[in-house]
C-alpha cells in the first residue's frame, strides 16, 4: 500500500543503500530500467522500461499502488534529480490517486562527481539540461561559479554547442564518464578538446 521512489546511486551496488533494499523487499512490483533492476536480487514481478515507453510504466505502476499493491519504482542516483519524482507527481494529479508515496533518497552522479573531483558543491550552479533548451546554461556559464550539468547529449554536442554560442574553448571542463562502474573515467580537459573527444552518454560534466 506504499508507492516507493527509489533512488538506487549511481550504478554501482556499492551505493545502494540499506533503505533502497528494504523498499524492494516490502514490493509486490518494481519498475525501472533494466541497469537499475539488476541491482536487485528479489524474485518479484518486474516491469522494465527503456527510452520509448517511461511514461506508460510510471503509469501502471502508480495505478497499481493506486489500488493496494507495494510498488517501487527505480531512479538511478536521487528521484528529486532528474529522475522520477516529477513524472509521478504529475501521473498522481492527473489520475486523481491517493496513495501513500515515499521518497527513498539515492546518491546522485552529482555527488559522486562533485566526490571524485573533491569539489565542494555548495557554491556550485547545478545543472539538468534533461527536458530543458540548451540555452538555459548560458545564462549561468560566465558567473563565475563552476557548473556541474547533467548534458541531455553527448558532451561531445555540448561542447560544440558552447564553443558556438562563444564560451572560451580554452575553459577548464571535467567528465565522469559511467561513475562508480568498474570502467569509470575523471578527465579534466579543456572545452575545445571535448568537441573533439567521443565519451558515453552516461556523463556528468562541470565547465569551471
Ligand atoms: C535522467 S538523468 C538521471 C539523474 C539521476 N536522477 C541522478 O540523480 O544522478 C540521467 C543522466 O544522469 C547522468 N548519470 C546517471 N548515472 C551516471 C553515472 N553512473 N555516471 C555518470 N553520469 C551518470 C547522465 O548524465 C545521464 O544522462
Known amino acids: 500500500m506504499v508507492l516507493y521512489l527509489v533512488g538506487v546511486g549511481p550504478g554501482s551496488p556499492d551505493f545502494v543503500t540499506p533503505a533502497a533494499q528494504r523498499a524492494v523487499e516490502e514490493s509486490d512490483l518494481i519498475i525501472g530500467s533494466e541497469r537499475v533492476l539488476e541491482l536487485f536480487d528479489k524474485e518479484v514481478e518486474r516491469l522494465v522500461f527503456d527510452g520509448k515507453n517511461v511514461r506508460e510504466k510510471l503509469e501502471e505502476g502508480v495505478k ?39 521518497v527513498i533518497p539515492g546518491i546522485s552522479s552529482i555527488q559522486l562527481c562533485a566526490a571524485r573531483l573533491l569539489l565542494p558543491w555548495n557554491n556550485a550552479d547545478i545543472l539538468t539540461l534533461h527536458g530543458r533548451k540548451d540555452d538555459e546554461i548560458l545564462k549561468i556559464i560566465d558567473n563565475g561559479k563552476p557548473t556541474i550539468l547533467l548534458p541531455s547529449k553527448n558532451p561531445t554536442e555540448t561542447a560544440s554547442f558552447l564553443i558556438e554560442k562563444g564560451v572560451n574553448p580554452h575553459r577548464k571542463v571535467a567528465i565522469c564518464e559511467r561513475l562508480s562502474y568498474p570502467d569509470e573515467r575523471v578527465m579534466i580537459m579543456k572545452l575545445k578538446d571535448v568537441k573533439n573527444s567521443r565519451f558515453s552518454y552516461m556523463c556528468v560534466m562541470v565547465i569551471y
Open 64 to 102: 497499481r499502488a493506486g489500488k493496494g499493491e507495494t510498488v517501487s519504482i527505480l531512479s538511478t542516483g536521487d528521484p528529486g534529480f532528474s529522475g522520477v519524482l516529477k513524472p509521478v507527481n504529475e501521473i498522481l494529479k492527473k489520475f486523481n490517486i491517493n496513495v501513500s508515496v515515499q
